[in-house]
């Protein structure tokens, strides 16, 4: 399976990692930030805001099966 990637640029202040996961799938992606910092090498020697102007490789092939039920269902109540 080959694995597709998008590039994106820092535009603004205060992104972070975390934060660029959310914005792009818009919901939890586990395991993504690791993936982003691995691709990204010295990406996560910058800091935790990313500086403007940083250019970021983000994988977007489908999550797998493991990554999608990685946490089991909590119930508050019984």
């Not at 992606?29 to 983000?58: D, W």
């Amino acid at each position: 399976m080959t694995t597709i990637y998008e590039t994106y640029t820092v535009e603004s202040e205060g992104l972070t990692v975390s934060l660029l996961v959310w914005r792009r799938f818009r919901q939890p992606m586990f395991g993504m930030v690791e993936r982003i910092l691995e691709i990204n090498y010295g990406l996560a020697e910058k800091g935790i805001f990313l500086p403007v102007g940083t250019q970021v490789m983000i994988p977007v092939d489908p999550p797998t099966e493991r990554a999608v039920n990685a946490l089991p269902a909590i119930q508050l109540w019984d």
